[in-house]
């Protein structure tokens, strides 16, 4: 599929609003709804267009002007937007790094999020922040799997468990052991075996933006537009994920904040998240605890910036059933309440 040429929302509507402009001719649904946009900018290769008024959007653009309008497929999970609450395994974690090493705790810690509102449990067994060293599969795995069929074997246990992994003999394991999502920070190119491996399953996988490796990534952060490039490589990413055998209505895209982008960058792309519409894909947006947010609150300390953590993913809630990924389960779901009430009014 060609990305050179996107559409980019803008002045987006809720609720009765967005509802009365939609019947009205004046703006078109995003991503299905409940969120409508009223204006767009034409993205052409480098040139940029706009805004226009949704009415004055070319013919030759009506391709992608349904791409972005249509609800994505929501991978057999709840069309609403999700909390997903982070377990990281690991010692060196940036946020939570050594709290969860046994396994017992790390049961302990995803069966309370589950109790505070978790939608989903997104599993970890290898740091990726940045300069973070590579974790061996089997090192991975002998933290991973007390975890998982711990989880799976606890009584009324339904919740979806996701396992953040760039190894496809992992991944093999864990959907083995019961996992229903797996999570690639490096959208299954780490591992060449990855996408044949997923090919022969069903469960959902999450494809995320990211340039180079944990190691190196800081170094590789010269965007012509963060937003649409992006897009651009992210929709590669989705299109070889598709051409290996997987499924497209199993993809979930996450446009990777803190991966390969400056604070400013993660901001920008913050501002912009409608033109993530484009992928065609339901939308993981992770931002919790990340650098960025403690650079704009002056907040040191990762465990102190669950507030900002809340304002910026609130944003993304203009996404279809987005999935928001956090540490802090019980703020990020009071503020999905909430804010999902008032913007559906």
Known sequence: MSYERLIEPAGLLHGSSAIAAIKAGLAYPLQGGPTAFSLAFLIDGNERRGPVPVSHIPEAWSEILQRITQTPPLCGLPDKALVMGILNLTADSFSDGGKHCSPEDAVNSALNMIQQGADMIDIGAESTRPGALPVHA????????????SLKSAKNFRTPISIDTRNAITMQKA???GADVINDVSALTHDPSSRPTLAQHQSP???MHMRGSPSTMNSLTDYQDVAVDVVRELGRNIDDAVQSGIDPTRIIADPGFGFAKTHEQNIELLSRLPILANLGCRLLIGVSRKRFIGHYTNTETANDRDPGTSAASLVALSLRSVILRVHNVQQMKQSVLIASSIMNC
């Open 205 to 207: 996988v999450v494809l």
């Open 175 to 177: 959907i083995n052991a």
């Open 138 to 149: 089997e090192e991975e795995w002998r933290l991973l799997e007390p975890v998982i069929l």
